[in-house]
């Protein structure tokens, strides 16, 4: 069974930074495109970043130029640098990967992790 880790989430001020970690476990990883998600209280999960296996990345409009992906698939583990910080951030993150051409997801979500962005 493949389990999802999240990790690094906290309680920031605006404008601060945080790093959010997914360990991945039970899984080959390094073959597919992985993601970051967030799901703010009433809202709709949304995408945040996704990168390929390669190193490819894409961003969503309201964090492009302010968080980072990144991935190291020996360590199994996909990182999201989150800079400037806004309260608008504040959500559980959520890491996974979705099948290309669809709208599943190839593993159950993890618990995610909470950040908070104060103002």
């Known amino acids: 069974q493949v389990q999802l880790a999240e990790s690094g989430g906290g309680l920031v001020q605006a404008g601060g930074s945080l790093r959010l970690s997914c360990a991945v476990s039970?899984?080959?990883?390094?073959?597919?495109?992985m993601g970051w998600y967030r799901q703010a209280p009433g809202k709709q999960r949304e995408l945040v970043a996704t990168i390929t296996n390669g190193g490819s990345t894409k961003y969503a409009d309201f964090v492009k130029g302010r968080f980072t992906i990144s991935r190291d698939n020996a360590r199994r583990t996909v990182w999201l640098q989150m800079n400037s910080l806004e309260p608008e951030d504040t959500a559980v993150y959520y890491c996974n990967s979705q099948i290309p051409g669809s709208t599943s997801y190839r593993y159950n979500w993890g618990q995610g992790t909470q950040v908070t962005v104060s103002s």
């Open positions: 039970g899984s080959i990883f390094n073959i597919f495109e």
